[in-house]
């Protein structure tokens, strides 16, 4: 079974600096997906980015970037130029690619982000 | 217009009582998913489905039933709703094939409370 870490429940920035959250995760699979979604007060589940895990390329999305480290298991979102829109919780997750598997989603328990004007 | 809705937005109900969460969406997608948000968890498989006739279970099934009334629609029921079903619970829809397949797009979700 697969599992994801996000070890730090709760982090704040300030407006318009730079924050990294980690992701670490446990599979003994080899083709992967790998993802942030944040959830706003609005409660909606939000993509962030995707990274597949036969890439080495790190994947960005404008601000958003993530650092992907397969040998180590480590997935982090870095958040450029944080705006006060960026406060939420964010999920990292992971999906297995294995043939007839659900491609269901295995979620962290989440990072609260508060950005602090 | 939203691609993935999900109705009630909100609901509070009894033990015992039965409910229906309904999800549609206009992507055009053929896999649907169930999923329950727990405070401090992120979210768990219920069911999915990746077409009309194929409806399977996930990891916390006991308890729900889901019909998967055609492509666009998703329902999930709670036949006898105890407490420890309050949750939030949300559907998602993904595609099968192409650049996007597999990504997973969320509804607003419902929040249910049972008494």
């Known amino acids: 079974a697969q599992t994801v870490t996000q070890s730090q429940p709760e982090m704040s920035v300030q407006e318009a600096e730079t924050v990294t959250l980690s992701c670490t995760y446990d599979?003994?699979?080899?083709?992967?997906?790998l993802f942030w979604y944040k959830q706003p007060p609005s409660r909606q589940m939000i993509l962030v980015i995707r990274?597949?895990?036969?890439?080495?390329q790190n994947a960005t999305e404008n601000r958003f970037s993530v650092n992907f480290q397969k040998a180590a298991k480590s997935f982090s979102l870095k958040i450029s130029d944080s705006q006060l829109g960026d406060t939420a919780m964010y999920f990292c997750?992971?999906?297995?690619?294995?043939?007839?598997?659900?491609?269901?989603?295995?979620f962290g328990s989440g990072t609260q982000l508060t950005v602090l004007p | 217009d939203a691609d993935v809705t999900q109705t009630p937005r909100n609901r509070i109900t009894k033990t015992g009582k039965r409910i229906m969460l309904e999800c549609s969406q206009t992507?055009?997608?053929?896999?649907m998913y169930w999923y329950r948000q727990d405070p401090g968890l992120g979210l768990r498989l219920i069911y999915y489905?990746?077409?009309?006739?194929?409806?399977n279970k996930g990891e916390i099934s006991d308890g729900y039933s889901v019909s998967r009334q055609a492509q666009a629609k998703f329902s999930l029921s709670l036949e006898s709703a105890i407490p420890n079903q309050t949750a939030l619970y949300f559907c998602?829809?993904?595609?099968?094939?192409?650049?996007?397949?597999?990504?997973?797009?969320f509804g607003p979700g419902t929040r249910l409370t049972v008494l």
């Open positions: 990274q597949e895990a036969y890439k080495q």
């Open positions: 997750a992971f999906m297995k690619l294995h043939p007839g598997s659900a491609r269901q989603l295995t």
């Open positions: 599979t003994s699979e080899n083709n992967y997906y």
């Open positions: 489905s990746f077409d009309v006739k194929d409806i």
């Open positions: 998602a829809t993904s595609d099968f094939l192409g650049i996007g397949a597999d990504t997973q797009y």
């Open positions: 992507k055009g997608h053929d896999r």
